[in-house]
């Protein structure tokens, strides 16, 4: 909840351009992951990533735990990388904190 | 890839009304969760387990009750459902170990009339 801010709340991209997206957090962690979300609800999980630099494809995230922060970037975003992405963090092992997401909206 | 199965998908009650949400993973996961989605507060941790029989509170636990009859079920109860409680409900599981992710169910979409 209040542990855990995104921005932006949404974006709107046009088809090609490279999106950032930004969590910061307010309390030591041991766990950062980033998460999709679909339109129609359901989520899956991109990155598991507590600190450093990870790439999958077009995505990478970055987490720097002195600056309290993660990002996630997407290169030459497409329409289906539409949607909701979420952050969430653990402070212990047992229970990720989601901030509110931000909405991604890529048109062709 | 672990299997989380909530029921119902979809659920409308009344207030006053009775709902039991149901949560099934395969991969005998110790952890479950549930957490309530709505627009502006992300996802919201309501109880969540680490156990058979066990129960933990989460941040937002007002108005339901949770039990964990075996490895793989996890239920969450609205005994006196209110409006306020309508919501996109998400199950997850998660194994022991700081390294493993969290896995969804489908969630389920409650309204309360």
């Known amino acids: 909840g209040q542990q855990v801010q995104q921005s932006p709340a949404s974006l709107v991209l046009q088809e090609g351009e490279n999106a950032e997206l930004q969590c910061n957090f307010s309390?030591?962690?041991?766990?950062m992951q980033w998460f999709y979300q679909r339109p129609g609800g359901s989520l899956v999980s991109l990155f598991y990533?507590?600190?450093g630099t990870k790439h999958s494809g077009r995505l990478t995230s970055t987490t720097v735990i002195k600056e309290r922060r993660s990002s996630l970037h997407i290169s030459s975003s497409q329409t289906t990388d539409s949607g909701t992405y979420l952050c969430?963090?653990?402070?212990?092992?047992?229970?990720?904190?989601f901030g509110s997401g931000t909405k991604l909206t890529v048109e062709p | 890839e672990a299997a989380v199965t909530q029921s119902p998908r979809n659920k409308v009650t009344v207030t006053g009304g009775n709902v039991t949400l149901s949560c099934r993973q395969t991969?005998?996961?110790?952890?479950m969760y549930w957490y309530r989605q709505d627009t502006g507060h992300g996802l919201r941790l309501i109880h969540y387990?680490?156990?058979?029989?066990?129960?933990q509170i989460g941040d937002v636990p007002d108005g339901y009750k949770a039990t964990r009859t075996t490895q793989e079920d996890f239920f969450l109860l609205l005994e006196l459902a209110s409006p306020s409680q309508t919501s996109l409900y998400f199950c997850?599981?998660?194994?022991?170990?700081?390294?493993?992710?969290?896995?969804f169910g489908a969630g389920t979409r409650l309204s309360v009339l």
């Open positions: 309390t030591s962690l041991n766990s």
């Open positions: 969430a963090l653990a402070p212990n092992y047992n229970v990720l904190y």
């Open positions: 997850a599981s998660r194994d022991r170990g700081k390294q493993n992710t969290l896995y």
């Open positions: 991969n005998s996961h110790n952890y």
């Open positions: 387990s680490y156990g058979a029989g066990n129960l």
């Open positions: 990533n507590p600190s």
